[in-house]
């Protein structure tokens, strides 16, 4: 097996391309296909009735993307000289096929460090991360707040539109003479909201999600394993996220708890806890953050309680939905 990096590979493989204009060709053809930040608004219907109040969530979504993005070339710039990755030069138009080279295995790095933002880093990555995320925990606490803000301009618009297409499907099913094509159109108009709604909820708990990643590292990486949060009235402790869930016991007023597990993959509503070592949920709205809490503990917690906010409003407009399409 070729153990060589794919620049080293490139420059041996290429020798034959002794016209720039080739090799230029090739450079072309690969930045077509270069590592790129995710885009929230891929997918998305740009005509859709809501199209302008998702906007600023997307654009929220992108800013955080392309900060990380950011993170990941620096550090593989860095790489690419700390490694010795860089092909020699040598003079003349083999220089042209060590830049392809360079680029293609920068490239490759950054999308290796991305990857890796997007996930939990550990170790010396976590350390360079949280000392960032720490130093701009004030601005993005903000940032949620303007999110949180448009996000309810946006479950408001798609309640309305839902309204409009339910009340379309009721003016076709009460028509004098019954006229199933326009029966069939109405349908297909809510069925439409109903996956517009799916997106909205993806696209608003992937943008939550974001910004609460940033203290998920942190309580892993420094106050030993988990978020320290308080009971601010007396709380059960459940064995799973839901109201009807078995109480495992009841925690005080005033307690302190701490969170297990990541809070991006959490039941919105629901904080994961550690209570004297026995573990169950609890509703986010009985949880406050310690007045010592760091600004990035703040910031889990206010994305947490949005969260729980949003979720209660999308839950009625599902209800709703269903109810009507007979689902």
């Known amino acids: 097996m070729d153990s060589r ?14 016209r720039p204009a080739a090799a230029f060709g090739l ?5 077509a296909g270069c590592a790129a930040p995710k885009d929230y608004g891929a ?20 800013e955080v993307e392309k900060r990380s993005f950011a993170r990941a070339k620096q550090i593989a710039d860095r790489r690419m000289e700390t490694e010795n990755l860089k092909i020699q030069r040598t003079g003349g138009s083999s220089d042209i096929l060590a830049d392809i080279g360079d680029s293609l295995e920068r490239d490759k790095l950054v999308r290796e460090e991305y990857a890796k933002l997007q996930a939990n880093p550990t170790g010396a990555d976590a350390v360079q991360m949280l000392s960032l995320y720490q130093g701009e925990a004030a601005n993005d606490r903000a940032r ?4 949180a803000q448009t996000t309810k301009a946006l479950r408001e618009c798609r309640a309305r539109s839902i309204a409009q297409a ?15 094509t326009v029966e069939t159109a109405a349908r297909q108009n809510l069925q439409y909201q109903a996956e517009a709604l799916r997106q909205d909820d993806s696209l608003i708990n992937q943008i939550f999600g974001e910004y609460t990643t940033m203290a998920d590292l942190f309580a892993a990486n420094q106050s030993g394993g988990g978020r320290s949060l308080i009971v601010r009235a007396s709380a059960p402790l459940r064995a799973n996220p839901s109201e009807s869930a078995t109480t495992i016991t009841t925690a005080s007023k005033g307690v302190r708890v701490r969170t297990v597990g990541n809070s991006k993959n959490a039941t919105p509503g629901w904080q994961m806890v550690d209570f004297g070592g026995k573990i169950g949920f609890i509703q986010t709205s009985l949880l406050t953050a ?3 809490a760091s600004p990035l503990e703040k910031l889990a917690h206010e994305q947490a309680s949005a969260a729980s906010a949003d979720r209660k409003s999308s839950d009625d407009m599902r209800q709703s939905l269903e109810n009507a399409l007979g689902t």
């Open 144 to 147: 949620l707040e303007s999110v």
């Open 27 to 31: 450079v072309a053809a690969i930045a």
């Open 166 to 180: 339910q009340q379309e499907l009721r003016d076709a099913r009460s028509l004098p003479v019954p006229n199933p």
């Open 5 to 18: 990096s794919p620049s080293a590979r490139l420059r041996a493989s290429l020798t034959s391309l002794s």
């Open 290 to 292: 310690p007045a010592t």
């Open 43 to 62: 997918g998305l219907n740009p005509m859709d009735t809501c199209a302008p109040e998702r906007k600023p969530i997307v654009t929220a979504g992108n």
